[in-house]
């Protein structure tokens, strides 16, 4: 019953430097998204994915890249960390567009750059 | 305008009553509505979705469609202090099944 798996839970970085925030999910989803949430704010869409290949723009992309080489995996990846980037971040799976589209969440990676 | 708004609260119930949380879109083509629940800390849990004009009801949880206006709310009926949470409304945008987007949160304290 792992569902949606983030790693790592909390990492602090220092301006400018990098890092992935690894997401996978084992309930062979199509269906991936990127979301941050800053204190006290709802959820911004960053990046999401309909399948292994095919990766879309959200509401606050800039800053941030992902890829999307298997249904598994959805990897979120800082270049240059700022600290306006400071914030949790959620990964979700969905089983199918629509409708019925119902995410389920990663537990969230708690990010703090400085 | 923001693509989904939701006050932000928070919004005060006594212990059984009924708790109202509203929501406002922009989109005129969405078609998928969602109530996502967030404790303190966790993640967003879904609470109901909606998909037709009208009333979906589930327990104690009655989720309100109104597509003419651009409207989608929450009701909770004989409020509990474990329902005080974030409310999250989440719309589906431009024409994407797939794409979503969240709205601020309401902040709901349910007071003994």
């Known amino acids: 019953n792992a569902g949606v798996t983030q790693t790592p839970k909390f990492r602090i970085l220092k301006i400018g430097q990098s890092m992935t925030l690894q997401c996978t999910q084992d309930m062979n989803h199509n269906y991936m998204y990127w979301y941050r949430q800053d204190p006290g704010m709802g959820l911004k869409l960053i990046y999401y994915?309909?399948?292994?290949?095919?990766?879309d723009k959200g509401e606050v992309p800039n800053g941030y890249n992902v890829s999307r080489s298997t249904t598994e995996d959805f990897p979120l990846r800082l270049e240059l960390a700022a600290p306006s980037q400071t914030s949790v971040y959620f990964c979700a799976s969905s089983p199918t567009p629509g409708p019925k589209n119902i995410q389920y969440f990663g537990a969230g990676t708690r990010l703090s750059v400085l | 305008q923001k693509e989904v708004e939701q006050n932000s609260g928070p919004l005060s119930v006594p212990e059984g009553a009924i708790a109202s949380l509203n929501c406002t879109y922009s989109d005129r083509v969405s078609q998928s509505f969602f109530w996502y629940r967030q404790y303190s800390g966790k993640s967003p849990e879904l609470i109901m979705s909606i998909y037709s004009n009208g009333d979906k009801e589930d327990g104690r949880f009655t989720a309100q469609l109104n597509k003419a206006s651009q409207y989608v709310s929450l009701l909770i009926r004989d409020s509990q202090p474990s329902d005080s949470a974030t409310y999250l409304c989440?719309?589906?945008?431009?024409?994407?099944?797939?794409?979503?987007?969240f709205g601020s949160g309401t902040r709901l304290s349910i007071r003994p």
């Open positions: 989440a719309v589906n945008v431009q024409s994407s099944a797939s794409k979503i987007i």
């Open positions: 994915s309909v399948g292994a290949g095919i990766t």
